[in-house]
């Protein structure tokens, strides 16, 4: 039986995948080399603690033995969207044969086909790694994306109503099929359903309502929760509402479950409207976690103690990721996480 494991838990690697030109890199030269140091520090600040395998469109191969890390394993193939975490696989391991790996490749469609998205290379890139790594492909009719999920790894899985429910992802479905879906490739048994997410995620490059920058579990016991102070901001409402209906869910299954709040950064807004700038969208890493920053120093710090006390043992750093939220998305959008099949924990 498949099983996620918790982010927690040992890593192999973590997969990336490097920028192309187009539509989400911006126009300018100036817009795209901030995206390309974006995912690359990234990428050079996951490998301080583990291997890094980036998947990297032909296209752009020169760029990316030439900035990337030696250290930093290319593997070619046809992208046009690069947040891996998204477009790739979704690890999960059999509790029936220990040593295999399987990779949960879910339909990807561009966030429910906006018009600006482009996918249809992307939608492969599930495949691709799992060949490459020689893991065993779990097929889903389901469309749906890493970001729009985090598990306790105890079969306990975070879903957002309007993300799984989106009409223009799955327009038949309803909570009972998602959850038996959900119970077939990663082993979650019970669901916690948040109504929404943070309210810049409903913009254009939105992914309308992913729950990784809105709640994750630090442990099955401990769940981390955005946390927007500011009554100016409209997910000060929104963040409420969400802790609410977590600590309802958990009450309803007689769980004993700590809620910690992660405060936003102080900024509210840029020139676009309200920002969804969020610590909650770090990724934990062995022996560490990646944070992202947002160039206030006060808050980056009291995020990573915050961070550092719910991952005891864990060094954490802070990567600038203003120019990833800037194209939708943070530090955790970009990785995606392959567990250790075998070995102890780091």
């Given at each position: 039986?498949?099983?996620?494991?918790?982010e927690t838990d040992p890593h192999e690697r973590?997969?990336?995948?490097?920028?192309?030109?187009?539509?989400?890199?911006?126009?300018?030269?100036?817009?795209?080399?901030?995206?390309?140091?974006?995912?690359?520090?990234?990428?050079?600040?996951?490998?301080?603690?583990?291997?890094?395998?980036?998947?990297?469109?032909?296209?752009?191969?020169?760029?990316?033995?030439?900035?990337?890390?030696?250290?930093?394993?290319?593997?070619?193939?046809?992208?046009?969207?690069?947040?891996?975490?998204?477009?790739?696989?979704?690890?999960?391991?059999?509790?029936?044969?220990?040593?295999?790996?399987?990779?949960?490749?879910?339909?990807?469609?561009?966030?429910?086909?906006?018009?600006?998205?482009?996918?249809?290379?992307?939608?492969?890139?599930?495949?691709?790694?799992?060949?490459?790594?020689?893991?065993?492909?779990?097929?889903?009719?389901?469309?749906?994306?890493?970001?729009?999920?985090?598990?306790?790894?105890?079969?306990?899985?975070?879903?957002?109503?309007?993300?799984?429910?989106?009409?223009?992802?799955?327009?038949?479905?309803?909570?009972?099929?998602?959850?038996?879906?959900?119970?077939?490739?990663?082993?979650?048994?019970?669901?916690?359903?948040?109504?929404?997410?943070?309210?810049?995620?409903?913009?254009?490059?939105?992914?309308?309502?992913?729950?990784?920058?809105?709640?994750?579990?630090?442990?099955?016991?401990?769940?981390?929760?955005?946390?927007?102070?500011?009554?100016?901001?409209?997910?000060?409402?929104?963040?409420?509402?969400?802790?609410?209906?977590?600590?309802?869910?958990?009450?309803?299954?007689?769980?004993?479950?700590?809620?910690?709040?992660?405060?936003?950064?102080?900024?509210?807004?840029?020139?676009?409207?309200?920002?969804?700038?969020?610590?909650?969208?770090?990724?934990?890493?062995?022996?560490?976690?990646?944070?992202?920053?947002?160039?206030?120093?006060?808050?980056?710090?009291r995020a990573r103690s915050i961070l550092g006390?719910?991952?005891?043992?864990?060094?954490?750093?802070?990567?600038?990721?203003?120019?990833?939220?800037?194209?939708?998305?943070?530090?955790?959008?970009?990785?995606?996480?392959?567990?250790?099949?075998?070995?102890?924990?780091?």
């Amino acid at each position: 039986m498949w099983q996620m494991p918790a982010e927690t838990d040992p890593h192999e690697r973590t997969w990336m995948a490097f920028p192309r030109e187009g539509f989400t890199l911006g126009d300018g030269a100036q817009t795209r080399e901030d995206g390309y140091r974006a995912w690359t520090d990234v990428a050079h600040a996951v490998a301080q603690f583990e291997p890094v395998t980036m998947v990297v469109d032909p296209s752009e191969t020169a760029r990316a033995r030439r900035t990337l890390d030696p250290a930093v394993e290319i593997v070619e193939a046809p992208l046009d969207e690069f947040w891996m975490r998204d477009v790739g696989p979704t690890f999960v391991l059999d509790r029936d044969r220990p040593a295999v790996l399987g990779a949960v490749d879910w339909i990807f469609n561009g966030w429910g086909a906006p018009d600006w998205a482009e996918w249809q290379k992307s939608a492969d890139i599930a495949r691709v790694v799992a060949e490459h790594v020689g893991a065993e492909v779990v097929d889903s009719l389901l469309v749906a994306e890493g970001g729009g999920l985090h598990v306790d790894g105890t079969g306990t899985v975070l879903l957002t109503e309007t993300v799984q429910l989106d009409p223009r992802r799955n327009p038949f479905a309803d909570r009972r099929r998602v959850e038996a879906e959900m119970a077939r490739t990663i082993g979650a048994t019970q669901a916690v359903w948040l109504s929404r997410g943070l309210t810049r995620d409903y913009d254009e490059l939105g992914t309308r309502g992913h729950v990784d920058i809105v709640a994750t579990f630090a442990a099955p016991d401990h769940v981390l929760v955005h946390h927007q102070r500011d009554e100016a901001h409209p997910d000060a409402a929104v963040s409420r509402q969400c802790r609410a209906e977590l600590q309802a869910a958990f009450e309803r299954m007689g769980r004993a479950v700590t809620l910690t709040d992660l405060p936003a950064p102080a900024t509210l807004r840029d020139g676009t409207g309200p920002v969804d700038w969020s610590y909650i969208n770090h990724l934990v890493v062995n022996g560490g976690v990646v944070a992202c920053g947002f160039g206030e120093p006060e808050a980056d710090a009291r995020a990573r103690s915050i961070l550092g006390e719910a991952y005891p043992g864990r060094t954490v750093v802070t990567v600038d990721a203003r120019p990833l939220f800037e194209r939708g998305g943070g530090v955790h959008c970009i990785t995606q996480q392959q567990p250790r099949t075998t070995g102890p924990a780091q």
